[in-house]
């Protein structure tokens, strides 16, 4: 019997050590986890306000004209929203990383491998639609859509909007209406007064003069 005790004592050693190497690998997982998620809290913030999206030269006209808006703190009544409050869908945690990563990933090749200066802002401007997400709208403005006081009214003018019945033309075809579709100047006080001379106006400009 004696010889049975000590036949096993080591495999309870082993046992024992084994426990505390996955409760090692479980806390430095933990630890690991939650630096990660920190880092990227910070990141997501960091890379979503006008200091950082406003950096880039082609983005001064916008990044000038948010903070005119009331949605840049402009004035007493106004609220800050952040350029990816606009600019990046809302309606899933992953969809908004997806699109961040891929509209960020974007924005860099363009900036350093084209000329921003021949781009027109002026037509990606009509096309406002494609570049704001209502549900980034809906995401502060969640009153409007319950309709709870003091925004009643306001809920009662957008009733044909959340009802899907406000169509405008897009490309010859009748589509439910976006918030920018009505809100053209939201985010972007004056924008077109900020804005370079569309390339192909400068270029008809200057064969008229010749």
Known sequence: MEEKKELNTPKKKKYSLGIWVIVAMIVAGVVIGMG???VT???????SDVNFCGACHSMKPMAKAYRNSVHGGFGDSGIMATCADCHLPHKSTVGYMVQKVKTGLWDVWVETT????????????????????DS???????????????????????KAYFSKKLLV??????????????????????LEKHLPDSPVEVYNTQNDEN
């Open 114 to 133: 084209h000329d921003t200066s021949k781009i027109d802002w002026h037509e990606k401007r009509r096309n406002r639609r494609n570049w704001v997400y």
């Open 169 to 190: 033309e897009v490309e010859g075809k009748k589509e439910p209406a976006k918030c920018v579709d009505c809100h053209r100047n939201v985010g972007h006080y004056e």
């Open 136 to 158: 980034g709208c809906l995401h502060c403005h969640e009153n409007l859509l319950l309709g709870t006081r003091p925004n009643e009214k306001a809920f009662t003018a957008h």
């Open 41 to 47: 809290v910070v990141a997501v913030k960091h890379t």
């Open 36 to 38: 990660t998620g920190f």
